[in-house]
């Protein structure tokens, strides 16, 4: 039976978590696999911090990256440091060393993870980083092994559990979206600063992750158009309930005509799509591909447990590969580049709620479905309509100065249509 | 670039849809893999029934199932006839040949998968069956890999789509059970013969498959307590809904106290749980694990593109075992024995539907949750009870020969209770 030697760098949620998993487990791993697994090294930024650290006999506490990254005896190094920077010279440095990779850093990866996943792949050794999106749900590996051969055309994600905590509230409580951020902050759902999570670009760097492996592509931020939550209004999430709709922060990738399209934002999805009814701190992904239909994917989005679990989940991988000789192969495969557009740019359906009662007058000029009006408000889901009818409807309704707001409804994207309506206009 | 050959028994929906999808993503697996595939013979029962199959040029149409099982050039045998014990026969010579092996046989598999299993491992051959359980989605590969390291406590199955459309047929519009049945098999969504579905005993097929790698646990058909559908009522489901809750047949295995427990039947699931709201022919399967928590994978139970989706993904794995010379790893490395106890016996909670009003004095003597009453029917849930304790109940509401029927409710099972309140009776 093989020991492969593991350094790890940083000891905070997520590094303490795999250290407690794997003293937990190891048991079964020693019974399932062909190799035992010896943490020898730990990394910290400030060693007084973790002078009580709960660590498996033996294991050395350093506050020198260099001891794990520079370690001849280490074959794998675990990255939770959580920054881009230091983990960037980090693991460039390991890879050099020949070292295989396992990481939870999506910032990282979604920036610049081409360039050192290609270093790895150059130099022969593994990179793993299933716990970069959605934590808990092992939706890369499905992506890279189970769904490899089929051809998917879109991923929808609700994959911020701190925005979809917050919306849950709001929708549940009637709370507007400041009372619901700070309740969050209080449960701890929400960090001190939430702006990555409240303004969508934590869901646009795991859509940039999931995008990789689900169609190949390559994208980068400033490609993915992306709206955050801080808009929304209860009385949004009231009409939409009314309408049989679920408003939620929804990372899509759509593949359609040979062409890429992307999106984060707050979206409405009707109740029957199975994503309406993920509540809470829950992520979930569905995947829409030619030869299965519909597959979804719903667990835990963050948290100790769940990370350490895809982490170690990757320890496993990579020990295989060592055992028999195959590091180097690519987690991801697949590579795609298709011309890259914006979902917000294409026909589609939209929930339009304005506080305030409207005159037929005003109504009249136009097509609606599924209207709803009271005393202090009127709302609506429109036909499919490209960006100019719908700003021509906007328009109509914000005279007299009335608050109109606007969500796209999910899944009435219509790229298809584009052309023939661009010839009606 | 290595080619690695391929032979097919069966040529039915599954088989040919094996052909379709491995003949459109030819490109897509050059691509993405260091091996190509070429299918070399199909044998067929009934040559005259597939002179027109629609096969690649120059593959091999055969009646012996040797020309496939015996040809020393094929290296992978893809089993999709269906029967079990000519798939044995087939099965077991391919193996002794040196094939590996891919089958979605779920009935061969969980009755004679153990022998079969050891047999390729003695050999040194891959021997994968994804497709054997909700066919197209992905669990048995999540379970074995990404969940390997976690500890699950619980698997619950919605795994026969023919069974949930019915449920939901009969849920959505009223109709009894023989006439949603007939609409089912109508639609094709059901055989011309129900028996193994609609007596769940399917159901209970894979549920012994799921058993073997979620615990590790090897169980024979008459250890599961198994229930069929046809005694559900619309009064069931009608009072199921107004107590917020829907019923389902649920395949369950569960791990607790260092005890192994099952089930197959239909049960009353809360409507906050996942579970209840997938509908029609979908499966989906929750998994409750340590490190985890919940997890939930829907999609599609059956057809021919999600089938052959799966056999692909194993084809995938075994073609990269061949090409690195690491056949004979076994798809499920957990093994466990633990005691094993029927589900049915332990103390839960009860769904109690009587199709007339109940006098008080009846009830009186007993604790009742969520009582509710109308002028033809009484429903309600009981606290968690022993089956002594159930039986009691049923005995007083059944006096003056009132209609009693009984369902568990999903999650309320408490084997923990168990001794404690066995010391109460």
Redesign the interface.
């Known amino acids: 039976m093989q020991t492969i030697t593991i350094g790890l760098l940083g000891l905070g949620t997520v590094g303490q978590g795999v250290v407690d ?1 794997l003293q ?2 190891a048991a ?2 020693l ?3 062909d190799f035992a697994f010896k943490l020898k090294t730990v990394a910290v930024h400030n060693l007084s911090r973790h002078q009580n650290a709960d660590l498996p006999a033996g294991t050395i506490l350093t506050d020198r990256v260099m001891d794990v990254v520079d370690d001849p005896e280490i074959q794998i190094v675990i990255e939770a440091m959580g920054t881009i920077e230091a983990a960037r010279v980090a693991i460039c440095q390991a890879i050099l060393n020949g070292k295989s990779i396992i990481s939870a850093n999506k910032d990282l990866l979604a920036t610049d993870g081409d360039a050192l996943l290609t270093l790895a792949k150059t130099v022969g050794v593994d990179f793993f980083y ?1 716990a970069s999106v959605a934590g ?3 939706i890369l ?2 992506l890279s ?7 998917i055309t879109q991923v929808t994600g609700i994959i911020n559990g701190t925005v979809n905590h917050v919306l849950t509230a709001m929708d549940r409580d009637g709370q507007d979206y400041a009372a619901a951020l700070a309740n969050a902050q209080e449960l701890g759902y929400a960090e001190a600063d939430p702006t990555n999570d409240v303004q969508g670009i934590d869901a646009a760097y795991k859509l940039i992750i999931l995008s990789r492996f689900a169609f190949g592509q390559s994208l980068t931020m400033d490609k993915v158009p992306i709206q955050g939550i801080s808009a929304v209004t209860p009385a949004q999430l009231a009409s939409a309930d009314r309408l049989g709709l679920k408003i939620k922060l929804l990372a899509v990738a759509k593949k359609e005509n040979q062409q890429f399209y992307s999106f984060v934002g707050p979206a409405a999805l009707p109740a029957t799509e ?1 994503l309406a ?1 993920v509540n809470g701190v829950q992520n979930a992904i569905a995947v829409q ?12 989005g963050a ?1 100790a ?2 990370t ?3 982490i ?2 990757d320890l ?2 990579t020990g295989d590969d060592i055992v ?1 000789g ?1 590091c180097g192969r690519e987690f991801n ?3 795609q580049s298709l011309p890259v557009r914006e979902l917000t740019s294409v026909p589609q359906q939209y929930l339009i709620t304005v506080a305030a009662p409207v005159e037929r007058a005003v109504l009249a000029a136009f097509e609606w479905r599924r209207e709803l009006a009271g005393p202090d408000y009127w709302s609506a889901l429109t036909p499919v309509l490209t960006p100019a009818e719908l700003a021509a409807r906007l328009a109509a309704l914000r005279q007299d100065g009335r608050r109109v707001s606007c969500l796209p409804v999910a899944n009435s994207w219509h790229p298809a249509k584009e052309k023939s309506l661009r010839v009606l206009i």
Chains 1, 2 share one sequence.
């Open positions: 998993l937990k487990q079964k791993i019974r399932t696999q299933e808990g749900i092992p590996r499905v092994s189970s769904l490899e051969t089929d051809e199975p009814h591909s030619k030869a299965l239909g519909e597959t979804t994917y719903t667990g835990p948290g447990g769940p350490a679990n895809s170690i989940s496993l991988a028999k195959n495969r697949n590579r």
